[in-house]
């Protein structure tokens, strides 16, 4: 029903910048939620970023001040600009979406590492 394609994962050195993006497509209308969640190895997933339809954004207390999410709603993609890089940031980085009826969706996950 819907897909979701992440990229711009790879490899940076700590204190730099990069910027994920996420595109979805199917049923995308309705929307109450998007955000980036990530995964680090022997570590549960965790909330990263998310934003509303009304535009309200939450962040993890790690990452705030560092990290913004934002979308552009004619390219039906939502962003995930990360600056001043930790390695504790380094995660498999995850594309969410969640319907106003409740359906949640996945994306297939983009690696970001992080070298001290």
């Known amino acids: 029903q819907v897909q979701l394609v992440e990229s711009g994962g790879g490899l940076v050195q700590a204190g730099g910048s990069l910027r994920l993006s996420c595109a979805a497509s199917?049923?995308?209308?309705?929307?109450?939620?998007r955000g980036w969640y990530r995964q680090a190895p022997g570590k549960q997933r965790e909330l990263v970023a998310a934003?509303?339809?009304?535009?309200?954004?939450n962040y993890a207390d790690s990452v705030k001040g560092r990290f913004t999410i934002s979308r552009d709603n004619a390219k039906n993609t939502v962003y995930l600009q990360m600056n001043s890089l930790k390695p504790e940031d380094t995660a498999v980085y995850y594309c969410?979406?969640?319907?106003?009826?409740?359906?949640?969706?996945w994306g297939q996950g983009t690696q970001v590492t992080v070298s001290s």
């Open positions: 199917g049923r995308i209308f309705s929307i109450n939620v």
């Open positions: 934003i509303t339809s009304g535009g309200s954004t």
């Open positions: 969410y979406l969640r319907h106003t009826a409740g359906s949640e969706y």
